[in-house]
């Protein structure tokens, strides 16, 4: 079984800090994914990779960044927190080819304060 | 742009069949997924449609239409753990998934 882990369930920063939300995945997959979940928003695209060290622009990338240092490890940071940044992130990952199905992690409930 | 639209809660009885309904308008198109997501877990893979036509998997069927824009996810025999999230997501290319807001379903005894 494909396993996505988040490095934390829930956080609690303070605005203006940074923020680190680690991703791995064990399944050797090419692509991960960062979105964040709203109410009645679902879930929207931040920041992608398809491959070590690149990244992509999702939807909503303004206030973060991304780090893909190795295949496994996807990092998201908040180079300066604020509150509009409290929400759900959920980390996914995907193999090339096949379905394209993405396997998501348990997602960080992230407060800003 | 994208714009995904699905109803935001529907309620049924256990044993019944509800039909979640999922219409898109996207900047392309490359298939549609469900998800399920049950509340502070994550979103599973339920179903993939990618040719116009009914996909069934047990309990759940999923229906595509291209020329309509429109899904719908059929989930018959309700049991209570089917109480959960389902998502509806456009596939518009290589990489992107597009999700709609999320249908929340309750099952009642």
């Known amino acids: 079984d494909v396993k996505v882990t988040q490095s934390s369930r829930y956080l609690v920063k303070r605005t203006g800090e940074k923020v680190f939300l680690e991703c791995v995945q064990d399944?050797?997959?090419?692509?991960m994914f960062w979105y964040r979940q709203d109410p009645g928003l679902g879930l929207r695209l931040i920041y992608f990779?398809?491959?070590?060290?690149?990244?992509e622009k999702g939807d909503i990338p303004e206030g973060y960044s991304v780090s893909r240092e190795k295949k496994e490890r996807f990092s998201l940071i908040l180079e300066s927190a604020s509150t509009n940044q409290t929400s759900m992130y959920l980390c996914?990952?995907?193999?090339?080819?096949?379905?394209?199905?993405?396997?998501f992690g348990p997602g960080t409930r992230l407060t800003v304060t | 742009g994208q714009n995904i639209d699905q109803p935001t809660e529907m309620t049924a009885t256990e044993g019944a069949i509800v039909q979640i309904n999922c219409t898109y308008q996207t900047s392309g198109f490359n298939g549609l997924f469900w998800y399920q997501q049950h509340a502070g877990e994550a979103p599973t893979f339920l179903s993939y449609?990618?040719?116009?036509g009914l996909e069934e998997k047990g309990r759940f069927s999923s229906f595509l239409s291209r020329s309509k824009g429109y899904s719908y996810l059929l989930l018959k025999e309700l049991q209570m753990k089917d109480s959960a999230s389902y998502l509806c997501a456009v596939r518009a290319n290589d990489y992107k998934l597009s999700f709609g807001a999320g249908t929340t379903v309750t099952v009642r005894a």
């Open positions: 399944m050797d997959h090419e692509n």
């Open positions: 449609n990618v040719l116009d």
């Open positions: 996914a990952s995907r193999g090339s080819g096949g379905t394209y199905e993405q396997y």
């Open positions: 990779s398809y491959d070590v060290k690149m990244k």
